[in-house]
């Protein structure tokens, strides 16, 4: 099979490799798509992201779809077949961490392109049955693949605890940032959105968001609504202006929830959390959330497809994880 391998910053190149065989409860899959993430981007061109170092070739890629086509021992002769979505993180089930139920806090947690395990830029892939999530047919492979960013999205909502009428500030509007907003919609919110470039925002409304600003024309804190600010602020940004500036606009009791990574240590406002006894919290990926994930895009209440912006094959790798850079660009999808 054909596989896409970093060699380091800036260097990929096809190598052939034999075909894996699944072990004891696993699967071959087949992998049809691929969503390139911005962990992806990071680790092509910088050769690592914060602790993770690439020392040795690495397969990027970890938000795929595909089908079952050959089992291990163990495994249901019914799932032959099956289309699937692709839970990239295993851990180890025994973990004090997955047996209180929060397995993505697992520190032996393998999770596809972290080094040193690898991604699914390649052709087939062997994974556990039980992280291989059923997809019915009229989810399309991009969908499925896009799963993974959903996931995000809905674990951002659930450490937000946004719920009927919560009133939500959601800073970057990436797929990420476009995918909280539509899941806290969903969830019976009332969003916000803000992006530093106006442009991003055009989606706003399709994705969920009652209203959109620039970072820039935000309206003064406590302003967006009479009476108080946010219960929620969601930073997508993983920068460090759009971090500080959500504590401010929230109302007493509010929750801050970091998603977005990239930023270093910044400075916490504690007379403010203090003042409004804010709960401050961050997101690890994910856990639990294939189902509802799997339940969202079989009912059609999530747009996945319409964040793919571009299509590349495993000889275009380079294309797809440079694709951001093009003007409204937003997911690139590679397709083995
Ligand atoms: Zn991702």
Redesign the pocket.
Known sequence: MQVSVLDGPGKLRVEERPVPTPGPGEVLVRISSV?V?G?DTHYYREGRIGPYVVEEPLVLG??PSGEIVELGPGVSSRLVGQRVSLEPGIPDPLSAESLAGHYNLDPAVRFFATPPVDGVFAEYVVHPAAFCHPVPDHVSDDAAALL??LS?ALAARSAGDVGLGSKVLVAGAGPIGLLISQVCRLAGAAVTLTDVREERLELGPRYGAAQTFTAAEMPASGDAYPGGGYDVFIDATGAEPAILSGPQRLAPRGRCVLVGMGADSIALPVPLVQGRELTITGTFRYANTWPTAVELAAQGLVDLDGLVTSHHTLKDVEGALTAGAKPGALKAVVRP
């Open positions: 969503g993430c962990s970890h938000e993974e960013p995000v």
